[in-house]
């Protein structure tokens, strides 16, 4: 069972993102399979929501007696990918989240030849740019597993500022309140550079039965020159690979930096067809955003901002609604395999 189907995930989704009162875990029929899902209050199955990148078949065991009409995110293959052109190994209409698998490899040496074939400045520019980093503050730390509340806090300060109009997923208190959750309960996972005492990058994924996902990642703008996310980034695959993982998972999203290290891709289609009410406010929110970037996109950004901040406004009178009523977050029955602390090589 992948971590998105898990216990543990589905009960932060329902209760502290979609703040239910009860949270039930049930199979439901697809064509060809079945899927495992949160049911909200007895009544409304969860499909979407923050961290929630897809859903993934798994075989058919009987044990299915709804089905689920639709799914906006379904995972419906894996493809392997090309050595030197993995991104023109998919169709550019299909979502994909990249993924490593590190069975193909024998040594960690031979996926940092791969790497060399697909970026011949990758490897050359980290070392430099590590050498000048040891040269002036000493040796980079890396830790596996850090538990410090003020690593989370600086990844999400760092990645709200990457965006002009705002973040949409890390400015909204539910979401926020859902992955320090799942932090707090052990599932959230931290990989940190440290520089000089100080932390410049910070990673944010979930370990879950063998397989890592890289949920998060940012770093400090002061030391981008000296390419510490990439560091940091590269530290984590090889811990990832000498743990004997299965994969490391870059999720949805098809941005050029992942195609440097998948060497294959889920191919991601949504199953069954939208309601109306989805399919009417989709179309209109894709017509607003079309028309508001070409009058101005620093105007779609300041819309953006309003819009992030109401949403904000509305969720913080939600929770203290939630609050008086007594709803109370429980804990979910799935188990993980466990996560220790570490050092990486340096």
Known sequence: MDFFASDPFLTALAVDYHRARTVEFRTYGIRGGQVRLAQADGRRILTTGPFYDYVKPVPPD????????????????????DDEDPAGSVPASEDVAPLVVWERFSSWDEYLALLGTRSRNLLPARRKKLRRTTE????????????????????????????EGGHETLEDPNALVMLRSLFDDGHLVLSTLK?????????????????????????DPAYAEYGVGRELRLRLLEYSYRQGHRSYDLLLGAEPYKWYYATHVQLIGSYGRPPLVRRTRDAVERVLK???IALSPHLFYRVKRLVISGRRALADTAGRFHARTGIRRTQGQGQGQGQGQGQGNE
């Open 62 to 81: 009987g044990t299915a007696r709804e089905t689920v009409t639709y799914l906006p995110r379904l995972v419906t293959s894996v493809v392997a990918l």
């Open 195 to 219: 520089v000089a005492g100080e932390y410049v990058a910070v990673h944010a994924g979930f370990l879950w039965e063998g397989e890592y996902l890289d949920l998060l990642s940012a770093y």
């Open 290 to 292: 079309r028309r508001l």
């Open 136 to 163: 002036q503050f000493g040796d980079p730390v890396f830790t596996f597993g850090d538990t410090s509340g003020e690593a989370l806090d600086l990844c999400v300060t760092w990645k709200i500022a990457q965006y």
